[in-house]
């Protein structure tokens, strides 16, 4: 069925695809194996937050392993050094690290690989997207890390959440710089990407409506990254107070953001990974709305998936068969529920589903990344269980 049939359909999609329309699911045969990857004697895994493979077949890891630093200047504290990105070849051998000492690897989310090769990294406490070119040398730098951050005086009141305020300003700011260029910088008015546990209500006085990022490059515990067919740059914004998806060219220059912090259709509550098809159509995991959403590539919404469960992490496949894998991951509170990952198809319907949540092998705790190249191998990086898991599907699930 050609995608363009498919968005003729929206008024069904946004009706949402419930999981009561499909009762049985599929069970998919699969094994997967814990230990795929042979880090030195000398390295373990943190927790994993993203996993990632080039068109060669090397794998990158990026891993809560590091040995985190924090500075003290009166009550200005200044973090760093929480996150370790290591590479392996093919076979699972080690071959080195890239960004060792980077700056804003602070807090690892996500690692993606783009068509071209590079690596992306998406770091949620420094608030920054780094690409680098394949030998591993930083290219392009979008968000900002902040040098550091005020600590009120113990018993003071918590400052007052900036006002949001009016209708979203057109034209931000220059989204990103390249290595050797002028910096990245935020549009007047916005504060350098703080990396706040908890994030104040209202937005942060940029522009647009309460729970909206600011129009400009300035993030708020970003989430993912994806691109499109033209190399246009998206990233989830995402656990702060942006709640957005902000768009850039290929070369960083901001684009356009869409989203706000809510329940309504268009709107998120936790935004926490993103994919694009082959058609240019972008699928967003709206987590604390138990949804995926579907928008094109100018935040028109086509679409909603509400099968499955709680999407933390989603993936698509290359060719030309595109499938999505998502998973439904297990809050840290409570492991032994839930866990599975679900094949769908990009109409919504689930075509099967495989694992469950724990600790053994073919089970799976806090999947926060999936990478799927093609329809039977995926890799999937678990928080929870500490550990890189490589997946090997045997059957293509349910097509009728």
């Given at each position: 069925m050609k995608r363009t049939l498919q968005i003729s359909l929206a008024?069904?999609?946004?009706?949402?695809?419930?999981?009561?329309?499909q009762l049985v699911v599929s069970e998919l045969a699969y094994d997967a194996a814990i230990e795929p990857l042979k880090l030195p004697g000398s390295l373990n895994f943190g927790e994993?937050?993203?996993?990632?493979?080039?068109?060669?077949?090397?794998?990158?890891?990026?891993?809560?392993?590091?040995?985190?630093?924090?500075?003290?200047?009166?009550?200005?504290?200044?973090?760093?050094?929480?996150?370790?990105?290591?590479?392996?070849?093919?076979?699972?051998?080690?071959?080195?690290e890239i960004g060792q000492g980077v700056y804003a690897f602070l807090f690892a989310e996500k690692v993606k690989v783009d068509p071209q090769d590079n690596i992306w990294v998406v770091d949620q406490m420094s608030n920054t997207v780094m690409e680098f070119d394949p030998e591993g040398r930083l290219v392009m730098l979008l968000g900002r890390k902040a040098e550091s951050e005020n600590v009120p005086a113990r018993g003071a009141a918590p400052p007052a959440a900036p006002a949001g305020g009016g209708a979203a300003g057109g034209g931000g700011a220059a989204a990103g710089a390249r290595a050797g260029g002028a910096p990245p910088q935020g549009a007047a008015g916005g504060r350098g990407g703080g990396a706040d546990a908890e994030a104040p209500a209202g937005g942060r006085g940029r522009g647009g409506p309460p729970g909206a990022g600011g129009q400009q490059d300035v993030f708020n515990r970003p989430t993912d990254v994806a691109w499109d067919a033209a190399g246009n740059i998206y990233v989830a914004d995402g656990l702060g107070t942006n709640s957005r998806i902000a768009k850039f060219d290929k070369n960083g220059k901001f684009?356009?953001?869409?989203?706000?912090?809510?329940?309504?259709?268009?709107?998120?509550?936790q935004p926490r990974a993103i994919a694009i098809d082959a058609q240019g159509l972008v699928y967003v995991a709206d987590a604390g709305n138990r949804r995926i959403q579907v928008f094109d590539g100018d935040?028109?919404?086509?679409?909603?998936?509400?099968?499955?469960?709680?999407?933390?992490?989603?993936?698509i496949t290359s060719g030309p068969r595109q499938v999505m894998y998502v998973s439904n991951s297990n809050v840290p509170e409570d492991i032994d529920v839930e866990g599975e990952i679900y094949k769908v198809d990009l109409t919504g319907k689930i075509l099967g589903k495989f694992g469950h949540a724990g600790r053994l092998a073919k089970e799976f705790n806090g999947v926060n990344q999936l990478e799927c190249r093609t329809e039977n191998e995926l890799w999937a990086a678990e928080i929870g269980n500490w550990r890189v898991s490589k997946i090997t599907l045997r059957g293509t699930g349910s097509t009728n």
């Open positions: 008024a069904a999609l946004l009706a949402g695809v419930s999981l009561s329309a994993v937050a993203g996993v990632a493979t080039n068109s060669k077949g090397d794998v990158f890891v990026y891993t809560r392993t590091g040995h985190p630093t924090l500075s003290l200047g009166t009550a200005r504290p200044f973090a760093h050094g929480g996150s370790r990105m290591f590479r392996f070849d093919k076979t699972g051998k080690y071959v080195g684009v356009r953001s869409w989203g706000q912090t809510g329940t309504a259709l268009g709107q998120f509550r935040g028109n919404l086509k679409g909603r998936f509400l099968n499955v469960g709680t999407p933390r992490a989603i993936c």
